[in-house]
């Protein structure tokens, strides 16, 4: 492969790079220390399984309160919730109905007999 | 993991290029360290199982990755506080003009001696992207092929960059550099 550099430029780059590595140990101790430390701990992080199995339970809850919720909003027939009301709820609620149908049809009767009666004014 | 003893081999064998790397790019040691530790984990927990000829790209794509998102976060908070209405620009092309203000001397740097110091520094003035090629290629003695999966770019982009850094470099520092030749 050709090289991207010309012969001067890469013997230059190779001196700087030499250069560089050879004074690598330069770093202070205390940050060396903290780098070994580091290591350390990557080390103890990678010879760890990722227990998964530890959040299933939260998982678990956590979807089933989930599911519920989207049960209750989006499924649930909200016709259901309403009370249920017995036969003979049911029966008086009819009657009352019953009961506005005929006081209307007595008010407008009403109303028509005065308009058929004649104007006295 | 593989074997802890190859991999930990593996940590310590590059664990101080990548801190220097990191802060020759981030100009800071806490947050260099940060770095570092995060690709250290990244790599522990996905990736010991390869094949260990494969961790060194992977590490250092880690690496870049963790090093660009700091530059990336860092212009974003300098765009909404610094330049108001400067405008959102587009990442990668934005780091490519990226060049480190020298505003922090690590440690790291201070404790060196002239020559390797005004190296560091001139690199550290570098767009990101010439950085990460010349430090991968020059500084980790990595081929063309694994600096392109480091970087996550084409070979092509590579060898560009590598070739504007270390053009850049000869011309600020080369008569530095050329005296030890002549020694």
Redesign the interface.
Known sequence: ?MS??NDE?QQ??????E???S??????QS??A???S??G???Q???EP?RSWVFWPAWGAGGLSAAVFAWVVFVADPVEVLPVMDDIEMAAAQEAELLEELEFVAWMLTEREMDDEPYQG | MANPDNFSQFLASVEKRAFGMAVVSVKNADDALDIVQDAMFTLARKYSEKNSSEWAPIFYRVLNNRITDFHRSNSRRAGLFGWFGFGESSGQDELEQVAGPAQHNPEFIQELDSDTRLLLEAVALLPVRQQQAFLLRAWEGMDVKNTAKSMNCSEGSVKTHYSRAVHALREKLGEALQGEDDE
């Open positions: 492969m991207e550099l430029d230059w780059a190779q001196r700087a790079g250069q560089l590595r004074h690598e140990q330069a770093i202070a940050t060396q903290r780098l070994r580091a290591r701990q990557a080390l992080a990678a010879s990722v």
